[in-house]
């Protein structure tokens, strides 16, 4: 398919996440075989859920899987024990979702090419690297490639099969190198798996991790599949670029809000860079860039409701100022006070510099004549070096680090709308004590540092003061 060929296509790129695609066949005749017509939409696939914890490491408790176990390189039987149990639940996943024995026999026969085609490239690599010229730190990067590239093209096979026995004209593209000596860059990529493809009368199913020049998993680590997904919109210029999650877009959690929350319906790329740098992805913040630079409106569905439009995001500004979102995270606040900062150049660059050593996300920061406070996302041990590392350097100063959260109030126009001064209101209503609060000349987000153990009852006061009670006024009105 020629570039001139997909550009005149109205198509959509959509993407199903890890958690929905292990209930994939409750999608089959809801939202993946439309009763008007299935095709003019490439759907781009996270692994099973749970797969990818199990060939790497569990994403939030550090659980080794089959990648940091081969890192650690002292047992044999480890990772490829671990390898093994991965196998086996690929073969769980794709029995859940899979009804017809000769589909469910195919499906097994490609875990078991795919494991053992693993298992020999890591034994090789094993043996290759008892030699004095090559080091296993070296490859590393490639293993977690490979690794990760199991997974999505295991669920792509899988839908594939489960569509091709409904009827549909589903084809397996495989984006993720399997066997493929070229070295190509990712557009490159997409093109190849692509060629040939007409998406007016067939429907690709394609993986979410893709094998290039560039290295996905180094760049973006396990937001990869969204790099994909995104990319591919923007280079086949998609109509739109959707994203079916198992719930929607919010004006909070409803667990904290209860019945009073909102679908959000309408925003804005700013507020999904907001929300991603919180800790609530509505998409990879490179992703989002890559879909925003191309001109591509991306939309968040929720896969179970597939009558429902879902939440739309583009570059369009909000028809009224209002906050949409109340979100909170967890952070540690590293504060260094020196006396002899005031005036002298230096400090904030040393600090910085020690953030990206340690490869820690800073979420927000403050400063005054003797004092910055970085607000950090990442685990404690990365900090403490942080911290470490800060006192060292300056021996002098008073280096330390609090466990806080983060509650912010976001929505694409906040002006003259008095965010933070009716936030403190609503907070000391609530009887809660706010450390310090935050607003920039942007008017996209306002930022409460609250307690952690106070968080989450900060995240209801503000949502019933800017979502209910305004709500309340509005229907009064």
Request: proline share 2%.
């Amino acid at each position: 398919m020629t570039q001139d060929e997909i550009n005149k296509r109205n198509h959509t790129v959509e993407k199903i996440g890890g958690t929905s695609m292990s209930r994939v066949h409750e999608l089959r005749d809801s939202l993946l075989i439309r009763a008007t017509d299935p095709y003019n939409r490439i759907f781009v696939v996270s692994a099973f859920g749970g797969i990818t914890n199990l060939l790497l490491e569990h994403k939030k408790s550090g659980e080794q899987g089959v990648y940091a176990l081969f890192a650690e390189d002292n047992d044999d039987h480890g990772w490829l024990d671990a390898l093994k149990r991965t196998g086996r639940a690929m073969e769980d996943a794709h029995r859940a979702v899979l009804d017809h024995p000769a589909d469910i026999s195919d499906a097994t026969d490609f875990v078991r090419d795919r494991i053992e085609g693993a298992r020999s490239c890591l034994f090789d690599l094993q043996r290759l690297c008892t030699y004095g010229h090559f080091r296993l730190s070296e490859h590393m990067g490639r293993v977690r490639e490979l690794l990760s590239g199991l997974g999505e093209a295991h669920s792509a096979y899988v839908t594939a099969l489960m569509l091709k026995r409904a009827g549909v004209a589903a084809r397996f593209v495989d984006l993720s190198g399997w066997r493929d000596e070229g070295d190509v860059t990712l557009d490159e990529r997409i093109a190849l798996g692509l060629e040939g493809v007409d998406v007016s009368a067939e429907m690709p199913i394609v993986t979410g991790y893709a094998q290039c020049r560039e290295g996905l998993m180094s760049e973006y680590d396990r937001g990869y599949s969204e790099v994909t997904f995104a990319r591919l919109a923007a280079l086949t210029q998609a109509k739109e670029a959707i994203i079916h999650k198992e719930f929607h877009l919010s004006s909070a959690d409803p667990n904290l809000v209860g019945g009073a929350v909102r679908k959000i319906g309408h925003t804005n790329y700013d507020v999904a860079d907001q929300l991603s740098n919180l800790g609530m992805e509505a998409i990879h913040p490179s992703a989002a860039k890559m879909l925003r630079q191309a001109d591509v409106p991306l939309r968040v569905t929720n896969a179970f409701e597939p009558e429902d439009p879902g939440t739309l995001i583009d570059d369009k500004p909000a028809d009224k100022p209002g906050v949409e979102i109340v979100t909170g995270l967890d952070v540690f606040a590293l504060e260094v006070f020196e006396q002899d900062m005031v005036g002298v150049k230096g400090y904030d660059a040393t600090i910085l510099d020690a953030l990206k050593r340690h490869k820690v996300w800073i979420v927000s920061k403050t400063s005054n004549a003797n004092t910055i406070t970085h607000y950090l996302r990442g685990n404690l041990k990365s900090v403490r070096r942080v911290e470490a590392d800060l006192k060292e350097a300056y021996a002098n100063a008073c280096v330390g680090v609090r466990s806080l959260s983060i509650v912010s109030a976001v929505g694409r126009d906040l002006r003259k709308q008095s965010v933070l001064g009716r936030g403190l209101l609503a907070l000391d209503q609530a009887g809660l004590d706010v450390i310090a609060a935050h607003a920039t000349p942007r008017n996209v987000d306002v930022q409460f540092l609250m307690n952690r153990d106070e968080a989450k009852a900060a995240i209801a006061a503000l949502h019933k003061a800017f979502m209910e009670e305004e709500a309340d006024l509005q229907d009064a009105a």
